[in-house]
DNA sequence: GTAGAAGCTGGAGTGCGCTCCAGGTCAACC
DNA sequence: GGTTGACCTGGAGCGCACTCCAGCTTCTAC
């Protein structure tokens, strides 16, 4: 299956445009063309467009995920070092969960305490 | 206590022209000055800065938190709103954590699939 | 009374990750 | 064969959240 850059974009979630931009900054590796010279994208492109995704929902930044994609153009004997990338930054995921729940805390802290001013205040009416 | 300008910023992890800045956009209202007209905080300006960061870090927007702010200087009356805000925010927090939990295991199948690699590999050269 | 550290102001600059635009090509349908 | 719509390119622009700078003042210690 080929899919148009439109098609691409919705299978992926990223605009037309981000697609094109990640193509220019070295991010995807061109995809083929069809004979009016149109982006044509495979199922491993789409594969790799997903993952790419992923690795930005988690925070990973570009220029990481451009060196990643550089190891993996360079083949099997970068396969460690693509795993420890991995590694280091499923670390860094879990480490930014831990501090999203410490403030998810305080949040619920704050909240509770608007409760607590929200009762008193009835309180106060209703004596 | 009252606080140096560097102070507030070492305890709120906050850089020194980050606290500038904050109070140049309306983040913060502008602390006391001392008699050479230099910035004197006090604790209550301290745990708002504290509090301010737990929003940053979670990713709240600089201008929900300005909105935030401008209902805290309006009094109780807006403490309903306020609470609001945070209520949203909090959904939108396990929103993300979720998030990053369901990006974990992406990567958590993609590092076995090295490890799986890695593992062929061996075998490969002691067979 | 002078050197040095810390702070002040207004404004410019930065890095990131897109996003938009003008002006053109190409294929398909009426 | 003319219009429409999707796609193309190179390059400019944008929003966010800072960060840095020049040139000045003020306090502290010697």
Same mark, same amino acid.
């Given at each position: 299956?080929?899919?148009?850059?439109?098609?691409?974009?919705?299978?992926?979630?990223?605009?037309?445009?981000?697609?094109?931009?990640? %193509?220019?900054?070295? +991010?995807?590796?061109?995809? !083929?063309?069809?004979? *009016?010279? @149109?982006?044509?994208?495979?199922?491993?492109?789409?594969?790799?467009?997903?993952?790419?995704?992923?690795?930005?929902?988690?925070?990973?930044?570009?220029?990481?995920?451009? %060196?990643?994609?550089? +190891?993996?153009?360079?083949? !099997?004997?970068?396969? *460690?070092? @693509?795993?420890?990338?991995?590694?280091?930054?499923?670390?860094?995921?879990?480490?930014?969960?831990?501090?999203?729940?410490?403030?998810?805390?305080?949040?619920?802290?704050?909240?509770?305490?608007?409760?607590?001013?929200?009762?008193?205040?009835?309180? *106060?009416?209703?004596?």
């Amino acid at each position: 299956m080929t899919y148009s850059i439109a098609q691409a974009a919705e299978h992926s979630g990223l605009s037309i445009d981000t697609l094109r931009y990640y %193509e220019r900054i070295g +991010l995807v590796d061109p995809p !083929a063309r069809d004979s *009016g010279g @149109r982006r044509s994208y495979s199922d491993d492109d789409l594969g790799w467009l997903v993952f790419l995704t992923r690795l930005r929902t988690t925070g990973m930044p570009i220029r990481m995920m451009r %060196e990643y994609a550089q +190891l993996r153009h360079r083949g !099997a004997a970068t396969a *460690g070092r @693509r795993k420890q990338m991995l590694f280091e930054h499923r670390a860094s995921v879990r480490a930014r969960i831990a501090e999203l729940q410490s403030c998810l805390e305080v949040l619920d802290y704050k909240i509770s305490h608007y409760e607590e001013i929200e009762h008193t205040f009835i309180e *106060g009416i209703t004596a």
